[in-house]
């Protein structure tokens, strides 16, 4: 059977398409970090790889021979919530099942067994390490998964426990533990009972130092698809690695879904001889978003946390600043993997830009009533963008208070109910295209629409720009400054035509005054104003 994309769970190398895992951080420093018996932290976003790289490190340390290394996941503790009494119960089996399994050590489960209703769940976690360390003819290393997982007094106990011991390491304690999860200790918030906060850097003081896992850069990413085509000889068209690039910033998970989507998904493809086009891949893109995979559905369920809106919300709404967001907020958004901010604060990537609008409407897009794509089909298959914008202007008028009232992100409410409108209109049958960010006090989309409905997206295309402006200050000096805008915007994407929405969020201005459309032309380019 030939190797594949990997999008579910550790990379195999034997079965899946892979990046070695040690190039992806310093390993040399990780490695000085052992030997100075030091304790640290290794972070990422999901699904970036973590558990892989850490599998290989634990496999590297122990054919070196000088430590014995164990991986455990102790995630399956986050049951027990804030109950210490159950969840260090939990930690210390899945402890002592991977001391088992990947050390062939059954003495720390046979001490666990013996000692675990004797000694108190305050207490059980270090004297069981303390054993191993003990018992065992090299100094060990423990790497514990998904400790960000716990909450609550499990979560304090087991850093306190962890704590506890660090000063008779490596005789009577472990020579270096590795905290790994999706946040940085110090990121930790730690509900007490009676409603105290703990952070993770009061409760775990020793860490000494804080290791990011990155994206696969740019060669990566190719030389990742490119195994596919040296075991299959099947070809992939030049232009889709710019694409891939842009669309994932080397995000691990985004990058193999989309290798497997285009490769196995699509069933085509799976004739190798098969050239696989840009097409294909945009296709692909687009299968990959709509069908909500985990990986994004968790990723939109960040956006719910109050730490995250402040920074999604001004990149949404084209924000110039960041209003009361504290610095370590946008460190935390960054480590989920949300946003870069270099070399400008930005979305991540691509996929991200477009899923995250599509997840924060998608119950305004399956309720919108009384829509349909055939309203707007012209005779020439085209779609006839006066009439959707006009009736985008009259439900906007009727339905724009309620919804931005029972918004999460209410600062981008007029952007993402324009965005959840088309996205209902275009129905599959197209491409809805957006850029924003900080600073730009502009949305920008772009509609890709099929004007042959037997070659669909892989014939000619209709493309209209649409730009979108909060009003703020004089009307027709923000006018002026849109055209200039929508004409670039529209000339760089080899736009048919152009449409400049200024939307009035002054609740005592009247909708008779807020409603118009009129004709405009800036460097010879017609361009349809439009208020709302």
């Given at each position: 059977m030939e190797r594949f994309f990997n999008n579910a769970g550790p990379t195999v190398p034997k079965d899946h398409y892979h990046i070695d895992p040690l190039h992806r951080l310093d390993w040399a420093e990780v490695q000085h970090l052992i030997d100075s018996k030091r304790y640290f932290v290794l972070h990422a976003p999901r699904q970036t790889g973590k558990t892989t790289t850490l599998l290989a490190?634990?496999?590297?340390?122990?054919?070196?021979?000088?430590?014995?290394?164990?991986?455990?996941?102790?995630?399956?503790?986050?049951?027990?919530?804030?109950?210490?009494?159950?969840?260090?119960?939990?930690?210390?089996n899945a402890i002592a099942r991977s001391i088992d399994y990947y050390l062939k050590n059954s003495n720390i489960r046979?001490?666990?067994?013996?000692?675990?209703?004797?000694?108190?769940?305050?207490?059980?976690?270090?004297?069981?390490?303390?054993h191993w360390a003990q018992s065992s003819s090299r100094p060990v290393i423990l790497f514990l998964d998904e400790v960000d997982a716990l909450v609550g007094d499990t979560l304090i106990s087991l850093l306190?426990?962890?704590?506890?011991?660090?000063?008779?390491?490596?005789?009577?304690?472990?020579?270096?533990?590795?905290?790994?999860?999706v946040r940085d200790v110090r990121d930790y918030r730690i509900h007490q009972k009676g409603g105290e906060i703990i952070t993770g850097g009061s409760a775990f003081n020793i860490k000494a130092e804080s290791l990011r896992m990155g994206n696969f850069n740019q060669d990566e990413v190719q030389t990742l698809w490119l195994q596919h085509t040296e075991e299959t000889g099947q070809v992939f068209e030049d232009a889709i690695f710019p694409e891939l690039w842009e669309d994932t910033r080397g995000q691990p998970w985004l990058v193999n879904a989309l290798g497997y989507e285009v490769t196995w998904k699509n069933k085509a493809s799976k004739d190798r001889s098969k050239k696989i086009s840009l097409e294909d891949y945009l296709q692909a893109r687009e299968n990959l978003i709509l069908s909500r995979a985990t990986h994004l559905d968790q990723l939109t369920d960040k956006l719910r946390e109050p730490r995250v809106h402040g920074v999604i919300s001004a990149l949404l709404a084209g924000e110039e600043t960041l209003k009361q967001v504290q610095d370590d907020d946008l460190q935390y958004v960054e480590d989920l993997g949300l946003i870069q901010m270099r070399p400008s604060l930005s979305i991540s990537n691509r996929i991200y830009m477009e899923v995250i609008p599509r997840e924060l409407t998608w119950s305004?897009?399956?309720?919108?009533?009384?829509?349909?794509?055939?309203?707007?089909?012209?005779?020439d298959h085209s779609l006839d963008i006066p009439k959707l914008l006009q009736a985008f202007q009259q439900f906007f008028r009727e339905h724009s208070e309620i919804w931005e009232d029972g918004f999460d992100y209410k600062e981008a409410a007029p952007q993402l109910l324009l965005q959840a409108f088309l996205q209902r209109i275009l129905n599959g049958g197209g491409r809805l295209l957006?850029?924003?960010?900080?600073?730009?006090?502009?949305?920008?989309?772009?509609?890709?629409?099929?004007?042959?409905?037997?070659?669909?997206?892989?014939?000619?295309?209709?493309?209209?720009?649409?730009?979108?402006?909060?009003?703020?200050?004089?009307?027709?000096?923000t006018i002026q400054t849109g055209l200039g805008q929508?004409?670039?915007?529209?000339?760089?994407?080899?736009?048919?035509?152009?449409?400049?929405?200024?939307?009035?969020?002054?609740?005592?201005?009247?909708?008779?005054?807020?409603?118009?459309?009129?004709?405009?032309?800036?460097?010879?380019?017609?361009?349809?104003?439009?208020?709302?």
């Open positions: 490190m634990m496999e590297a340390i122990n054919e070196e021979g000088r430590y014995s290394c164990a991986y455990a996941n102790i995630e399956g503790a986050q049951a027990a919530r804030g109950d210490e009494t159950q969840g260090i119960p939990a930690a210390c046979e001490w666990l067994h013996q000692n675990i209703n004797i000694i108190p769940p305050q207490d059980i976690l270090s004297e069981m390490l303390a306190r426990q962890v704590r506890s011991g660090y000063a008779q390491r490596p005789e009577a304690f472990p020579q270096s533990i590795v905290l790994c999860g305004v897009q399956v309720m919108i009533s009384n829509q349909e794509t055939a309203w707007y089909e012209k005779d957006r850029e924003y960010g900080l600073g730009r006090k502009r949305t920008d989309l772009i509609i890709e629409w099929p004007l042959d409905p037997q070659m669909g997206m892989y014939g000619p295309l209709q493309r209209v720009v649409i730009e979108l402006k909060i009003l703020r200050g004089d009307l027709e000096k929508t004409a670039d915007y529209a000339d760089r994407a080899g736009a048919d035509e152009a449409h400049l929405i200024i939307f009035n969020r002054d609740r005592t201005v009247s909708w008779d005054e807020k409603i118009f459309s009129r004709q405009e032309s800036h460097q010879g380019r017609r361009i349809t104003v439009w208020g709302a």
